[in-house]
């Protein structure tokens, strides 16, 4: 069984019965209640994942390897996730609900990757002159000075930012069946008029669940004004299905953990039994 742990994302419960233990910031104060978990995790021959957005590591990271030889287990291991703010956080939602399914450890760690692509980022932006990821252009930065201009930064079909007009309004967008997605949102004073007219329509008039932002939020998009938008699944089942297909686990030469192949996140190897090595 994995237990899952969140660091510096807030909640986004899209999944029911996905239980995780949020921390907003790994503080000194949070490392009593960080290694109960951890020595809970450990007398239940559990496993701990510690996941965390990447582009805020430190000191995370430190004290995560601090705890972990405290320990002494090879039950514990830290995923960085790339995304922004609210998809970090619907991501680790999805991972929650993946575990139980999949069980496996090695199986869940190799399957994030995936998982991480079956979601729809979207964010309406006031300005991108702050906006660091997806990387504006520059005439879009100058634009930003302008005030009635209006942006998105979308996933799909790659990370890019395009610029709201009268005329093209709506992003690019897949169209998909109604009932087959949700739709996550965390709004700080951003145009919801738009949300059904150019959004909601294209996705099958999803569910809208609405969250309130992070504390990184205001910070990762750089703008007073912003509405960060997530598309995630609905049928679990199947899209754990799909991530599973697309990663490779294999077996640790040194410590026997099944894990995704490459090294193991577990005690840091770098051998992988090949034989072992097969799609999940």
Same mark, same amino acid.
């Given at each position: 069984?994995?237990?899952?742990?969140?660091?510096?994302?807030?909640?986004?419960?899209?999944?029911?019965?996905?239980?995780?233990?949020?921390?907003?910031?790994?503080?000194?104060?949070?490392?009593?209640?960080?290694?109960?978990?951890?020595?809970?995790?450990?007398?239940?021959?559990?496993?701990?994942?510690?996941?965390?957005?990447?582009?805020?590591?430190?000191?995370?990271?430190?004290?995560?390897?601090?705890?972990?030889?405290?320990?002494?287990?090879?039950?514990?291991?830290?995923?960085?996730?790339?995304?922004?703010?609210?998809?970090?956080?619907?991501?680790?939602?999805?991972?929650? @609900?993946?575990? +139980?399914? !999949?069980?496996? &450890?090695?199986?869940?760690?190799? $399957?994030?990757? %995936?998982?991480? *692509?079956?979601?729809?980022?979207?964010?309406?932006?006031?300005?991108?002159?702050?906006?660091?990821?997806?990387?504006?252009?520059?005439?879009?930065?100058?634009?930003?000075?302008?005030?009635?201009?209006?942006?998105?930064?979308?996933?799909?079909?790659?990370?890019?930012?395009?610029?709201?007009?009268?005329?093209?309004?709506?992003?690019?967008?897949?169209?998909?069946?109604?009932?087959?997605?949700?739709?996550?949102?965390?709004?700080?004073?951003?145009?919801?008029?738009?949300?059904?007219? @150019?959004?909601? +329509?294209? !996705?099958?008039? &999803?569910?809208?669940?609405?969250? $309130?932002?992070? %504390?990184?939020? *205001?910070?990762?998009?750089?703008?007073?004004?912003?509405?960060?938008?997530?598309?995630?699944?609905?049928?679990?089942?199947?899209?754990?299905?799909?991530?599973?297909?697309?990663?490779?686990?294999?077996?640790?030469?040194?410590?026997?953990?099944?894990?995704?192949?490459?090294?193991?996140?577990?005690?840091?190897?770098?051998?992988?039994?090949?034989?072992?090595?097969?799609?999940?």
């Amino acid at each position: 069984m994995v237990k899952v742990v969140a660091i510096g994302y807030g909640c986004a419960d899209v999944y029911e019965h996905a239980p995780v233990h949020l921390f907003e910031r790994l503080e000194r104060a949070d490392l009593e209640r960080l290694v109960a978990l951890g020595l809970d995790c450990r007398d239940r021959e559990e496993t701990m994942l510690v996941l965390h957005p990447a582009w805020a590591a430190e000191p995370t990271l430190e004290r995560l390897e601090l705890l972990r030889g405290c320990l002494e287990t090879n039950r514990m291991t830290a995923q960085a996730l790339p995304h922004a703010p609210l998809a970090g956080a619907v991501l680790v939602s999805l991972i929650a @609900a993946a575990a +139980p399914i !999949l069980a496996d &450890p090695g199986r869940l760690l190799g $399957a994030i990757p %995936a998982l991480g *692509r079956q979601l729809l980022e979207l964010t309406w932006l006031s300005r991108v002159s702050g906006l660091e990821r997806p990387n504006p252009t520059v005439w879009q930065h100058l634009l930003s000075y302008w005030p009635p201009s209006r942006f998105v930064a979308a996933s799909w079909p790659r990370p890019a930012v395009r610029r709201i007009t009268r005329k093209r309004s709506e992003p690019r967008l897949p169209s998909l069946p109604a009932g087959t997605v949700g739709l996550a949102l965390t709004d700080v004073r951003g145009d919801r008029g738009w949300i059904e007219t @150019a959004v909601r +329509p294209a !996705l099958g008039h &999803p569910e809208l669940r609405e969250r $309130a932002p992070s %504390a990184s939020a *205001r910070a990762w998009w750089g703008a007073p004004r912003f509405m960060e938008l997530v598309a995630f699944p609905l049928d679990l089942v199947a899209t754990v299905r799909i991530a599973v297909a697309a990663a490779q686990s294999g077996r640790c030469a040194w410590c026997r953990q099944d894990a995704p192949v490459g090294r193991c996140p577990f005690c840091g190897d770098t051998r992988t039994d090949e034989r072992t090595a097969v799609a999940a």
